[in-house]
């Protein structure tokens, strides 16, 4: 099933189900509104690697997905968008347990937006995302 933007908001104004990548990695938004998202995504031993830390893909996708709540709550119903783009900085190690995710919209125009997402445990920063999308 495709999601459209309308979509998107009810995930998190009325609880609909939420995409297949957001249950996958056990994200779970909370809050989504004039270009900021709040989430917190649950980590479990499945997601680290052999060093014994979160494998920072998955670091990552959690932050595109809390980008896509942040620019969705800024577009109009009819809109959509694509990353064009995604780097990540790791600033520390990540372990099981809670990581607390803030997407923001930095700038957007007609038809790009740049989107910034910070991870946090434990009140420390773990790693900060950027992205490039292409509104349509």
């Known amino acids: 099933m495709k999601y459209t933007i309308s979509d998107l908001k009810q995930v998190v104004s009325e609880g609909r189900t939420p995409p297949p990548c957001d249950k996958t990695m056990q994200v779970v938004v909370d809050y989504a509104e004039e270009g900021?998202?709040?989430?917190?995504?649950?980590?479990?031993?499945?997601?680290?690697?052999?060093?014994?830390?979160?494998?920072?893909?998955?670091?990552?996708?959690?932050?595109d997905i809390l980008m896509a709540y942040a620019i969705s709550s800024k577009l109009a119903n009819d809109q959509s968008f694509v990353?064009?783009?995604?780097?990540?900085?790791?600033?520390?190690?990540?372990?099981?347990?809670?990581?607390?995710?803030?997407?923001?919209?930095?700038?957007?125009?007609?038809?790009?937006?740049y989107v910034v997402a910070e991870l946090k445990q434990n009140e420390k920063k773990v790693a900060t995302c950027v992205s490039s999308l292409l509104i349509q």
């Open 36 to 63: 900021i998202a709040k989430g917190v995504w649950n980590v479990d031993h499945k997601y680290i690697n052999g060093l014994g830390v979160v494998m920072g893909g998955f670091l990552s996708s959690a932050a």
């Open 83 to 113: 990353s064009i783009d995604l780097d990540t900085t790791f600033h520390r190690p990540a372990m099981e347990g809670e990581i607390e995710v803030v997407a923001r919209v930095e700038k957007m125009g007609r038809t790009l937006a």
